[in-house]
C-alpha cells in the first residue's frame, strides 16, 4: 500500500463521519506498533493539506518493559517535526508482579488509558487518534457477539464525558493487510511488544476463527464490516456524507 493510498482512505473516514475540525489538537497513542505508526503517517501526510486545518502530538505510554526502544520512533517524530512525549509508568510491574493477573488485559487496557488521557489533557489536545483499522472492528464485533452475546464494535467517534475528550479511528477503513504492507514498503521503526500475554489473549482467538472463516468463505470479514456499518448501533455516529 502506497502512503497516497493510506492517505485516501483515511480521509474518507475523517469525512465520512466529521472526525477532524480546524483548531484541533489530535494526540497520537504510539504504542510501537504497526497500526499506530502507520496512523502517525496517514495523519501527518494529511495534515500538509485537508481543508480543515488541525496539530499532532504523539504520546506513548511506557508500560515500564526495561527492553522497550523508542529511540527509532522519536527519530521519526523529530523528523516529522510532531512533539513526542514519553509517559513512564510502572503497569507492568503492578499488573504482572504485584498483581500477577491471570487476566491482564483489562486492567492493563484500563491503566494505560488513564496514563494516555491524563497526558492528552496536558498537552492541551482535544482528541486522542487510536490506530484500530477494520480488522479490529470486526474482530471486536465478534468478541461482543461470543462472549457478550450482543452485536456491537467500538464506533468511528467516541466521547469521554469524563475527561471531556474525543476518541477518533481514522484507519476504520483501512485493511490490517494493507497496513502490513504499508510498514513492509516504507521500512516502519516498529518495536516489538514486549507483553508476556501478546498473543495469547481472546482477541487473538477471535483474530484466528476470523482468518480461518474468510479462507471457507472469500469475502466475509468485509460482508461483516458492511454490517457493522449499516446496522444502527446505538452509538455510532451517522455518516455525513
Same mark, same amino acid.
Given at each position: 500500500? $502506497?502512503?497516497?493510498?493510506?492517505?485516501?482512505?483515511?480521509?474518507?473516514? !475523517?469525512?465520512?463521519?466529521?472526525?477532524?475540525?480546524?483548531?484541533?489538537?489530535?494526540?497520537?497513542? !504510539?504504542?510501537? &506498533?504497526?497500526?499506530?505508526?502507520?496512523?502517525?503517517?496517514?495523519?501527518?501526510?494529511?495534515?500538509?493539506?485537508?481543508?480543515?486545518?488541525?496539530?499532532?502530538?504523539?504520546?506513548?505510554?511506557?508500560?515500564?518493559?526495561?527492553?522497550?526502544?523508542?529511540?527509532? !520512533?522519536?527519530?521519526?517524530?523529530?523528523?516529522?517535526?510532531?512533539?513526542?512525549?514519553?509517559?513512564?509508568?510502572?503497569?507492568?510491574?503492578?499488573?504482572?508482579?504485584?498483581?500477577?493477573?491471570?487476566?491482564?488485559?483489562?486492567?492493563?487496557?484500563?491503566?494505560?488509558?488513564?496514563?494516555?488521557?491524563?497526558?492528552?489533557?496536558?498537552?492541551?489536545?482535544?482528541?486522542?487518534?487510536?490506530?484500530?483499522? $477494520?480488522?479490529? =472492528?470486526?474482530?471486536?464485533?465478534?468478541? %461482543?457477539?461470543?462472549?457478550?452475546?450482543?452485536?456491537?464494535?467500538?464506533?468511528?467517534?467516541?466521547?469521554?464525558?469524563?475527561?471531556?475528550?474525543? *476518541?477518533?479511528?481514522?484507519?476504520?477503513?483501512? %485493511?490490517?493487510?494493507?497496513?502490513?504492507?504499508?510498514?513492509?514498503?516504507?521500512?516502519?521503526? *516498529?518495536?516489538?511488544?514486549?507483553?508476556?500475554?501478546? &498473543?495469547?489473549?481472546?482477541?487473538?482467538?477471535?483474530?484466528?476463527?476470523?482468518?480461518?472463516?474468510?479462507?471457507?468463505?472469500? &469475502?466475509?470479514?468485509?460482508?461483516?464490516? %458492511?454490517?457493522? =456499518?449499516?446496522?444502527?448501533?446505538?452509538?455510532?455516529?451517522?455518516?455525513?456524507?
Amino acid at each position: 500500500m $502506497k502512503l497516497q493510498q493510506l492517505m485516501s482512505q483515511t480521509r474518507r473516514a !475523517i469525512d465520512d463521519y466529521g472526525m477532524i475540525h480546524t483548531g484541533d489538537k489530535i494526540a497520537i497513542g !504510539i504504542s510501537g &506498533g504497526k497500526d499506530s505508526l502507520t496512523l502517525l503517517y496517514a495523519l501527518h501526510g494529511l495534515q500538509r493539506f485537508y481543508p480543515e486545518k488541525f496539530d499532532l502530538e504523539a504520546i506513548t505510554v511506557d508500560l515500564g518493559n526495561p527492553d522497550f526502544d523508542l529511540s527509532h !520512533i522519536r527519530h521519526l517524530c523529530e523528523t516529522m517535526q510532531i512533539p513526542y512525549t514519553v509517559v513512564k509508568t510502572e503497569i507492568a510491574q503492578i499488573v504482572f508482579e504485584e498483581r500477577k493477573e491471570k487476566n491482564p488485559c483489562s486492567l492493563c487496557a484500563k491503566m494505560r488509558k488513564g496514563a494516555l488521557n491524563d497526558a492528552v489533557k496536558k498537552l492541551g489536545c482535544n482528541k486522542i487518534a487510536y490506530a484500530h483499522h $477494520k480488522d479490529d =472492528i470486526v474482530e471486536t464485533m465478534m468478541m %461482543s457477539l461470543i462472549y457478550e452475546g450482543h452485536f456491537y464494535s467500538f464506533p468511528p467517534i467516541t466521547h469521554l464525558d469524563r475527561t471531556n475528550l474525543t *476518541v477518533i479511528r481514522p484507519l476504520m477503513y483501512v %485493511s490490517e493487510a494493507d497496513v502490513k504492507g504499508f510498514c513492509r514498503k516504507y521500512q516502519l521503526p *516498529v518495536v516489538k511488544s514486549p507483553c508476556p500475554a501478546d &498473543g495469547y489473549t481472546k482477541r487473538q482467538y477471535v483474530k484466528d476463527l476470523l482468518r480461518k472463516l474468510n479462507l471457507e468463505n472469500p &469475502g466475509v470479514k468485509e460482508r461483516m464490516f %458492511s454490517a457493522i =456499518i449499516n446496522g444502527n448501533i446505538s452509538d455510532w455516529t451517522p455518516r455525513i456524507r
